[in-house]
């Protein structure tokens, strides 16, 4: 069973900076892929960024949601199974709870990852 750990949450002010990690164990990255969803309080979860995990050719590729693109860096580090998000220029409406995904890849879908593992999640609070 894959399992995922996020860390990284704090509360910070408006126009700031925070990275999330998410190591993963049990994962086979070749081939599979790893994102972040972001549910705030009241709102339906909300599909943030996905990342190719992997060495290969393919692998590293990046998909944004619309509203945190340019913001927002997903990134991976393959030898120690994590990935980061990197969230600069947070505003108000980013603050939520983050989680960590982890699944097949899907290009049918936007998000082009399947969500077949889920992490506990972190909290980002960003205040004025």
């Known amino acids: 069973q894959v399992q995922l750990v996020e860390s990284g949450g704090d509360s910070v002010q408006a126009g700031g900076s925070l990275r999330l990690s998410c190591v993963a164990s049990?994962?086979?990255?070749?081939?599979?892929?790893m994102g972040w969803f972001r549910r705030a309080p009241g709102n339906e979860r909300e599909w943030v960024a996905t990342?190719?995990?992997?060495?290969?050719?393919?692998?590293?590729?990046?998909f944004y949601s619309d509203s945190v693109k340019g913001r927002f860096t997903i990134s991976q580090d393959n030898a120690k199974n994590t990935v980061y998000l990197q969230m600069n220029s947070l505003k108000l409406e980013d603050t939520a709870m983050y989680f960590c995904t982890a699944g097949r890849r899907d290009v049918g879908l936007l998000r082009r990852c399947q969500e077949n593992y889920w992490g506990q999640g972190t909290q980002v609070t960003v205040s004025s």
């Open positions: 049990r994962y086979t990255s070749s081939g599979n892929c």
């Open positions: 990342v190719y995990t992997g060495a290969g050719l393919y692998d590293g590729r990046t």
